[in-house]
C-alpha cells in the first residue's frame, strides 16, 4: 500500500472480528482512511460503532483481522515500539500514590531519560496545560478536569507526533468541558501535533476538527468524512454560526443515514 508522505495513519479495507462463545462479532468493516501530519480528527458514532476500537487498532491494543493499516509508514506494532504515539484514556488513569508531577514522568522514566531531561520535560507540559504549580499535588487533590489535563500532559510527555484521545472529556460537566475543548485547541495549535480524538458530541466534534469521521452501528463503517471549512481560530461563540450549524447538520445527516446500513 502506498501512502503520501504526509500520512501518519493509513488504512485500507480494515475489518476487525472478535471471535466470541456466542459467535463471531463484526466490529469494523470495510474501513478507509487517511489522516494526515497535523490533522485533528473526531471520530463520531453510536455506542458500539468501533470508534475505541479503530483507536486501539492504530495503538496495537488490539489487531486487525481484515486489510491493512499503517501508522507513520509503520505496522501498528512496530509504531507502538518505536513510540509513536501517546494515548490519553477516558478516565484520567493516574497512580493516586504518585504526585502529579511523577505520574507525567512515568513514561519518560520507563524510557530511561535522565533525571534532569525529566525534570525539564515535565516542567514544560504542566506549562503547556497550565498545572504549572500542581506538580507536588496529588491526584486526589485535583479536579476532573485537572486530572485529564495531567493524562495529556503525561501522553505528550515524550514528545509523539500523534495523540490518541478515547473520549478524554466525556464524564466532565458541559462547562469544564468548554473550557478544555479551548484549551486543547490551544494545545494543538502549539504543539502541531496529529490528533484522533473519539467522542459522542457532535458541537465537540464540530468545535475540535480539521476532519470529523462518521462511523455507522456496527460492524463499524465510515459514512462520511468531513473536512472543516471553519477556521483555526476558533472562540466558543462561533459554535452559533450558520457555518458550524450547517456542519454539524451533515454530521447529524451522517449518523442517520448510518442506521440504514443491515448486516
Not at 61 to 73: D, M, Q, R, Y
Request: aromatic share 8%.
Amino acid at each position: 500500500m502506498t501512502t503520501s508522505p504526509l500520512s501518519v495513519v493509513s488504512a485500507k479495507n480494515l475489518g476487525l472480528t472478535f471471535e466470541t462463545n456466542d459467535g463471531p462479532v463484526h466490529a469494523l468493516s470495510n474501513v478507509d482512511l487517511e489522516i494526515n501530519k497535523g490533522d485533528f480528527v473526531s471520530f463520531i458514532g453510536p455506542s458500539g460503532c468501533g470508534k475505541t476500537t479503530f483507536l486501539r487498532v492504530i495503538a496495537d491494543l488490539e489487531k486487525h483481522t481484515a486489510g491493512t493499516i499503517t501508522v507513520n509508514g509503520m505496522t501498528p506494532e512496530e509504531a507502538r515500539k518505536s513510540r509513536s504515539y501517546g494515548y490519553v484514556f477516558q478516565a484520567a488513569a493516574l497512580y493516586p500514590w504518585r504526585s502529579i508531577e511523577k505520574n507525567i514522568a512515568l513514561p519518560l522514566e520507563i524510557m530511561g531519560y535522565a533525571k534532569s531531561e525529566q525534570d525539564k520535560r515535565v516542567a514544560a507540559m504542566l506549562d503547556l496545560v497550565n498545572l504549572s504549580g500542581f506538580g507536588k499535588k496529588y491526584p486526589w487533590q485535583l479536579s476532573g478536569g485537572m486530572q485529564q489535563r495531567a493524562s495529556i500532559a503525561r501522553a505528550l510527555a515524550f514528545d509523539a507526533d500523534l495523540l490518541l484521545m478515547d473520549e478524554p472529556f466525556g464524564a466532565l460537566d458541559e462547562i469544564v468541558r468548554d473550557h478544555l475543548n479551548e484549551q486543547l485547541l490551544k494545545l494543538w495549535a502549539a504543539t502541531k501535533k496529529t490528533i484522533c480524538f473519539v467522542t459522542h458530541s457532535i458541537p465537540e466534534a464540530v468545535y475540535l476538527s480539521t476532519k470529523i469521521v462518521v462511523m455507522s452501528p456496527r460492524p463499524g463503517r465510515v459514512t462520511d468524512v468531513i473536512t472543516s471549512t471553519l477556521p483555526k481560530e476558533r472562540p466558543l461563540d462561533i459554535r452559533e454560526t450558520p457555518e458550524f450549524l450547517q456542519i454539524a447538520h451533515r454530521v447529524r445527516q451522517g449518523l442517520k443515514a448510518g442506521h440504514s446500513y443491515e448486516e
